[in-house]
């Protein structure tokens, strides 16, 4: 993993540089000391990830993000003795936001999050065949896709808003007037139902295998037969879903090949 820290504080850049040393798998490409070394820093080291400040000289860590092309954006965790900037972090599609002094298991969190992103963009050819497979079954049933849009799902909790990668979520279920996006070991309660979450989450690569189910085919990883012509899926985590027949061609399309 390509680092690239972007901070006009000497010492700040060399404490973060020996942590993130010790992940053992990141590997820290370059330094900036203000915001114009980093736009051009980011276009020719090509980093996987840019821990950036955002009070700087000259250009500010958001004025940063702003100038960089979207399709050439590094994943961008913003890293500030301010939590005032937090909501516009994740509006310029930030991958994570880190405190100052920052705690060891926030950065933790933050590389396991890095690590799931850049493989992500890795993999991103099966993602752009998902896409189309279900895009070319959404149009087969006259449903219009809508283009991707964030990769992050707000969810209000008690006083608080979580947020979660659509990246992260496993299988998504119906709950009376909710939905529960369910994430490895914790469920969030949305309310919404699982249409308006079919349309919102296809795009990125989720289909729908029975009325109440939505499944990230990417946490996918064994189809098993039933007796009664129907089929169990087998998500990553050991979860077992029912996959009813009547949606079966969705996984027919993402597969490649009649079930």
């Known amino acids: 993993m390509r680092a690239l820290l972007v901070d006009d504080e000497e010492i700040a850049r060399r404490g973060l540089r020996i942590r993130l040393e010790r992940a053992g798998d990141v590997s820290v490409v370059g330094e900036c000391a203000n915001g114009a070394e980093a736009v051009g820093a980011i276009k020719r080291l090509t980093p996987d990830v840019v821990f950036l400040d955002i009070q700087m000289p ?22 500030t ?16 936001y ?4 920052i705690n060891d298991r926030r950065l933790a969190e933050t590389l396991r999050h890095a690590r799931a992103a850049i493989s992500d963009v890795r993999d991103g050819a099966y993602a752009r065949q998902v896409v189309a497979a279900f895009a070319g079954l959404a149009q087969n049933h006259g449903v219009t896709t ?8 707000a ?9 979660v990668r659509v990246a992260e979520i496993d299988w998504v279920g119906a709950l009376g007037n909710y939905v529960s996006l369910h994430v490895g070991k914790k469920s969030w309660h949305l309310r919404e139902t699982v249409s308006a979450m079919e349309q919102r989450l296809a795009p990125h690569g989720f289909v ?22 129907e089929f169990s899926v087998a998500l990553i985590d050991g979860t077992l ?3 009813s027949r009547g949606y079966r061609e969705s996984l027919d399309l993402l597969i490649g090949r009649r079930l």
Request: charged share 25%; hydrophobic share 50%.
């Open 208 to 229: 729908r295998i029975h009325r109440s189910t939505l499944v990230n085919v990417q946490r996918v990883t064994e189809l098993r037969s039933l007796s009664n012509g």
């Open 98 to 101: 880190l405190l100052k002094p």
């Open 146 to 153: 809508p283009a991707p849009a964030s990769d992050r799902i």
């Open 241 to 243: 879903l029912k996959l």
């Open 58 to 79: 000259e250009l500010s860590g958001m004025e940063v993000a702003e100038a960089l092309p979207a399709q050439s954006l590094p994943h961008i965790v913003f890293v």
């Open 155 to 163: 969810i209000p909790v008690d006083d608080r808003l979580a947020v």
């Open 81 to 96: 003795a301010f939590d005032q900037y937090a909501v516009r972090a994740f509006e310029v599609h930030a991958l994570d």
